[in-house]
């Protein structure tokens, strides 16, 4: 588990899927991804973050909200690391992603979160760099990724699981190295 000033970075719990999924399913959390996720397809995808982090001790991990009794409780979404699809042009690496629901926007949990997560990319895991990657209409992301110190590698790329004449095919790839976020935390 990470733990932050406001935010626990932790395991997926039973009681984290229908807040997930009721998440997943909403318009303007979705509004980016090429579909709203089915009750079905978003457990598969928790149950798939769990066992990732069961595996290998990171991942997309659940974020709830310090305060209540119980650190499992207030799931707010996700926030994590993941191996990039190997069928991305810019594979092998890792990326970091977030999806919160948008009650929690614009209060800076995704920033804390992410900050959390680099860090753990960084100085547990001793990566040398990690990506991000988003629609190039999705500039609310591209902000979150500047915050985090990313840069915009101009290497736009068409996503491969998306036809190309699709709205949101055409992506941009930010990336930051350790170094850049070491001269950032100092």
Not at 62 to 71: D, E, I, L
Request: aromatic residues 12%; charged residues 20%; hydrophobic residues 40%.
């Amino acid at each position: 588990m990470i733990e932050t000033e406001r935010l626990y970075l932790r395991q997926w719990q039973a009681s984290d899927f229908a807040p997930f999924a009721k998440m997943n399913a909403n318009p303007k959390v979705m509004e980016y991804f090429p579909k709203l996720l089915t009750t079905s397809m978003s457990n598969t995808i928790a149950k798939k973050c769990q066992t990732l982090i069961e595996d290998n001790g990171w991942g997309f991990w659940a974020v709830s909200r310090k305060g209540g009794s119980n650190k499992n409780d207030d799931f707010i979404g996700m926030v994590g690391l993941n191996n990039a699809h190997a069928n991305m042009p810019f594979s092998p690496a890792v990326e970091i992603g977030w999806r919160l629901h948008n009650d929690y926007w614009g209060l800076g949990y995704a920033t804390e979160a992410a900050q959390a997560a680099l860090r753990y990319a960084f100085d547990v895991l001793e990566l040398s760099e990690v990506v991000a990657f988003t629609a190039v209409i999705n500039k609310r992301s591209q902000k979150l990724m500047q915050r985090l110190g990313m840069t915009d590698t101009q290497d736009n790329f068409y996503h491969p699981m998306l036809d190309a004449k699709h709205p949101l095919a055409e992506h941009v790839l930010y990336k930051i190295t350790r170094q850049q976020w070491q001269a950032l935390s100092a």
